[in-house]
């Protein structure tokens, strides 16, 4: 009677203990899910933040791209305006030759003649096609690196899912970054075929950006950035390569690490890349970089071409390969 009455005790004491630890472990889960949230939330304002970081790094290059189009469009005004203040000249000799009241038809006709030989008229009609063409096309150029800029700068709480042609992302970061880089690198492109790709344009430009950056200061005095695509099965590969100064051995596994740099204080964070990679990964992907001292760095990027559900897709993919 006593050890039954010791073993309903035992088995309360344990149904109670049971209940407190229930208690406890979805009091803790609640706290780890809190934590998560969190660290999410830091985590975007991180790549939010390098964005912006970036943004200020090639703000002065994105200037200078703009100047030059503008510089030429306020020159080509300028001449514009005394092609018409001659062909105004000429128009005004017209009317006054046709004037019924002109003392001289013929005075005022050979008058006509002189202008119109004195304002080349030829020259004139082609040079003003020519002149508006290249307007048109600076001011689109302009259009363009703004219309990049903004879709570059756009907030992560925006962040959308689009199905779209990789060459256009690729060349509009190319529009935003070819400055930065023009000077020491050959930029050259070797597109293959890519079916359009779901993915968050916004956070691939930054990947590009990224990458690209990083070739061109890896680049001393003279060097060429090769961008190359192409598509296996249900993913794509972009290769950034360029040949810089290449990457130590000690170094390859450390370059994802956040703040990892060997960029002097004040030029490189250390962010790029790990900011890179997490994009990446987000979008279900990888990033493998290859790289020889001396020779150069390549950095592959695969990225599936669906996603299964956008925001679940995450699936581990740094890999450091050997040397090209
Ligand atoms: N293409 C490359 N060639 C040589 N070294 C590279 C290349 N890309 C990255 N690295 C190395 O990896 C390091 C980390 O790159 P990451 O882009 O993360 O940071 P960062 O360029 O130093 O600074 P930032 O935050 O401004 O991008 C660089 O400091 C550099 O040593
Ligand atoms: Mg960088």
């Not at 309903?8 to 009091?27: G, K, P, Q």
């Not at 004037?99 to 119109?116: E, F, I, M, T, Y």
């Not at 596994?253 to 740099?261: D, G, K, M, V």
Request: proline share 3%; hydrophobic share 40%.
């Amino acid at each position: 009677m006593t050890s039954l009455l010791a073993l309903v005790i035992a088995n309360h004491r344990m149904h109670v203990e049971r209940a407190n630890r229930i208690v406890e472990l979805s009091t803790l889960n609640a706290t780890m899910q809190r934590m998560n949230e969190a660290l999410e939330e830091a985590q975007d304002q991180l790549v939010q933040s390098e964005k912006m970081a970036s943004i200020g790094q090639i703000a002065a290059g994105v200037a200078h791209e703009i100047n030059n189009p503008i510089g030429y469009v306020l020159s080509n005004l300028g001449t514009l305006d005394s092609y018409l203040a001659s062909l105004f000249g000429l128009l005004e000799a017209y009317t006054e030759s046709e004037c019924p009241s002109s003392v001289s038809q013929q005075a005022s006709l050979a008058r006509v003649r002189a202008l119109r030989e004195s304002v080349n008229f030829e020259f004139l009609r082609g040079d003003i096609v020519a002149l508006l063409a290249e307007s048109r096309d600076g001011i689109l150029r302009v259009k363009h690196i703004v219309q990049d800029l903004k879709d570059f700068s756009r907030g992560g709480v925006d962040d959308v899912w689009e199905v779209v042609n990789l060459h256009d992302a690729i060349d509009r970061t190319l529009n935003i970054v070819r400055n930065e880089v023009k000077y020491k690198a050959r930029i050259e492109t070797r597109y293959g075929n890519l079916p359009d790709v779901e993915c968050i344009p916004s956070r691939l430009h930054q990947v590009f950006l990224n990458l690209i950056v990083n070739a061109g200061q890896a680049i001393d005095a003279s060097g060429t950035i090769t961008i190359s695509t192409g598509a296996s099965l249900s993913e794509i590969w972009i290769r950034f390569e360029d040949t810089g100064c290449g990457i130590p051995k000690e170094h390859l596994h450390r370059i994802f690490e956040p703040f990892f740099t060997t960029k002097p204080v004040g030029q490189g964070t250390g962010l790029g890349l790990s900011v890179s990679y997490s994009i990446v990964r987000r979008h279900g992907g990888s990033i493998e970089v290859e790289s020889e001292v001396g020779r150069g760095s390549r950095f592959t990027i695969r990225l599936p071409v669906r996603q299964p559900c956008p925001q679940l897709a995450q699936t581990d993919a740094v890999s450091a390969a050997e040397p090209v």
